[in-house]
Every structure is written in structure tokens, then in C-alpha cells.
């Protein structure tokens, strides 16, 4: 049985690498339907949007990343849900290890919330950089726009008011992500 909406169980998507879906956009959108086949329903999802790589070093060379934010009901633990991600991600062609940290890839799945648990033991909860990122944030209010920080107290859009003026993700209207 699906966990209610008691709280809420969010989930960070993005790619910026072509996969098995297609476009970047497409494997977030197939990324979705897969996860759906994990026993994740996704009750509520952001519009996409575009960023850059980050950190600021691998803007260069890397292209533009399609974000986005969904809300999903599972009756799924904190660990089978990352692991179940894990799957997902390993099917649309992500490599994870110590050299692939912040590479380009073709899916990027994070869990930022899980029902308001704070915890330091994996999966990390909330997700520890969230906070800083306006690729998450500016979706996530969109989803949730209530959202509390549940280690912090803090709402998401005073998080979203105190990000660096540039820092950008822009909501995608048309046409491809470009560089």
C-alpha cells in the first residue's frame, strides 16, 4: 500500500547527458515511468528547467542540465527508495564511482526528503546540499510551496530568497536545453 501524504517524500531528477530516453528531457520523463515500476507514484511534479553543471568548474565542459522535482507516494523505506532509484539511474546509463562525481550524466536521481526525517546515515536526509541549489529549489516550490526545511526550520522560499542572485534555473518553455 502506498505511504499516505502524511508527509512528503520528494525526489530530485535531472540530466544532461543523451540515454536511453532521448533528450535529457526525455529521460527524465522516462525516468518518471520507471520509477513508477518500482512501486514509486509520483503524486505531483515541477515543470523542468535548465541549469548549468555544477559546480561552476564543469560549466565548460559539460552541457546544460533539464531539473526538475517530483512529489511520489511509496511504501517503500528510506533505503529501498534510494536503492530503487539506484536501479533506475543504472538502467538510463549512470555510472556512479569516485571518478564520476559531478560528471555529466544521463540521469540524476535525489532523495530530498523523506516525511520530515533528519538523519546522517545513508541515505543523508534532507539531502545535505540541497539547500544551496536553485535547480531544487526553484522546482521544489512549485511542488510544495509550504515546504519546510526539516533540519532547519526554514521555509523554502526564504531558502530560495537567500540563494546568490546568480545563481540560475530557468524554467523550460520550449525547444531544447542549450549550453
Not at 73 to 91: F, I, Q
Request: one cysteine or more; proline letters at 11%; aromatic letters at 4%.
Amino acid at each position: 500500500m502506498a505511504r499516505a501524504a502524511a508527509g512528503m517524500i520528494l525526489i530530485a531528477v535531472g540530466s544532461n547527458l543523451a540515454g536511453p530516453g532521448g533528450s535529457p528531457q526525455a529521460n527524465c520523463e522516462a525516468a518518471l515511468a520507471a520509477l513508477e515500476r518500482e512501486g514509486v507514484r509520483v503524486v505531483r511534479r515541477s515543470r523542468w528547467y535548465r541549469s548549468p553543471p555544477w559546480p561552476e568548474s564543469e560549466a565548460k565542459r559539460q552541457p546544460w542540465y533539464v531539473n526538475g522535482v517530483i512529489a511520489v507516494e511509496t511504501a517503500l523505506g528510506p533505503e529501498a527508495l534510494l536503492a530503487a532509484m539506484h536501479r533506475v539511474e543504472a538502467s538510463m546509463g549512470r555510472v556512479r564511482g569516485p571518478d564520476t562525481v559531478n560528471a555529466a550524466r544521463p540521469l540524476d536521481l535525489d532523495l530530498i526528503d523523506y516525511d520530515g526525517l533528519c538523519r546522517d546515515a545513508a541515505p543523508m536526509l534532507p539531502h545535505p546540499r540541497m539547500a544551496a541549489r536553485a535547480f531544487v529549489l526553484k522546482p521544489l516550490a512549485e511542488v510544495a510551496p509550504g515546504w519546510v526545511h526539516p533540519a532547519t526550520g526554514m521555509p523554502v522560499a526564504t531558502l530560495l530568497a537567500e540563494l546568490p542572485g546568480d545563481a540560475i534555473a530557468e524554467p523550460i518553455v520550449q525547444g531544447p536545453v542549450g549550453t
